[in-house]
């Protein structure tokens, strides 16, 4: 395999200290007045929610996002993690945010409109209640186990162990993308798998590595350095083409299981009500950014696909998300 990942403990710390470092610049920014309009925006520093523990994905494609938009913007953009609720602890402080841009928040689907949609939460918000930004990566699903499990050294070895014992599966929390897969899954091929719910990658990588659950269900560029370190073995994809950065493992549909596909969309959003030229400021900063040829390579040494979309393009994504999700409201009980 191709190794071009960075060390994830050693992005890990970082990630973590630099946590630290977002809440403190988020306390010093408390009680001061709002800009007065597009004209200033922005001068003071940017507050943007990460609805993960520091470590994981989404986390650490922000962190490096972060240091190239606060260049353009002159401010600095101090990542805050809110972890729990599936995500929905970030995304309600978000939603409830004063409309200024200055807190602004990665959204995360299907996560986010399981959430919402998801007639036992009652919850009030939908995707009118966010100002979508832009679309920043797009992280396919992918199946795998712990390098040693001599259970499993092939996709099909899963799934036919799957089909007569009950397999537990990681998973971000209900709803979530790596938890609908595995129900796809059970649907198509009548195995049973249960997935096992956390706040995050932390908590899933060390389930799977300490051998308390049996499958890992994850994101390309969450895992992908793992396999590096001889630690987790990827033994399928989610998506219509094998990926660029696991080109020797074949995707669920090549092995034979079918049209099942997986991702985790991350991008950016600002509470419903922000400024539309303040939208536009953050959009173009955003957009340098990311296609930034520094970010690009960044992105490409942790396994992060990016796929800019500006914000009239993801926010249809967002509704398409959405109708992709009501497809399924019956494998998530919600019928």
């Excluded at 990630?15 to 470092?21: F, K």
């Excluded at 660029?244 to 079918?258: I, Q, R, S, W």
């Amino acid at each position: 395999m191709k190794k071009r990942f960075l060390p994830f403990l050693s992005l890990t710390f970082s990630a973590m200290l630099l946590a630290a470092c977002g809440q403190q610049g988020a306390a010093s920014t408390a009680g001061k007045e709002t800009a007065g309009g597009a004209g200033d925006f922005p001068d003071k520093p940017i507050n943007l929610i990460v609805s993960f523990a520091a470590g994981g994905g989404t986390d650490l494609g922000a962190r490096v996002l972060a240091a190239e938009v606060e260049e353009d913007l002159g401010v600095p953009v101090n990542v805050i993690n809110k972890p729990g609720g599936g995500g929905w602890v970030g995304w309600a402080d978000l939603v409830k945010a004063k409309p200024d841009g200055y807190t602004i928040g990665y959204v995360n689907t299907p996560n986010l409109i399981t959430g919402y949609l998801n007639p036992g939460l009652n919850r009030s918000e939908t995707i009118e209640s966010f100002a979508p930004i832009c679309n920043h990566i797009t992280d396919a699903g992918v199946i795998a186990v712990k390098a040693d499990d001599k259970r499993f050294k092939t996709i099909e070895d899963v799934i036919e162990y799957a089909k007569k014992h009950e397999t537990t599966t990681t998973s971000t929390g209900l709803g979530s993308d790596d938890h609908i897969a595995a129900l796809k899954i059970n649907e198509a091929q009548g195995t049973k798998f249960k997935a096992v719910h956390t706040g995050g990658l932390a908590e899933n990588m060390a389930n799977i590595l300490g051998g308390h659950v049996d499958v890992f269900f994850a994101n390309v560029g969450e895992v992908a350095n793992e396999v590096d370190k001889g630690e987790i073995k990827i033994l399928a994809v989610l998506s219509e083409e094998r990926s660029t950065y696991l080109p020797d493992v074949p995707t669920l549909k090549e092995a034979g299981y079918g049209d099942i596909y997986s991702w985790s969309a991350r991008g950016l959003a600002a509470p419903k009500g922000t400024d539309p030229e303040v939208l536009k400021i953050l959009e173009s900063a955003f957009e340098k950014g990311i296609n930034n040829e520094k970010h690009k390579a960044k992105m490409d040494e942790m396994g992060l696909q990016i796929d800019y979309k500006n914000s009239a393009d993801y926010k249809e994504m967002l509704k398409e998300e959405e109708k992709n999700v009501l497809e399924v409201e019956d494998l998530l009980g919600w019928k």
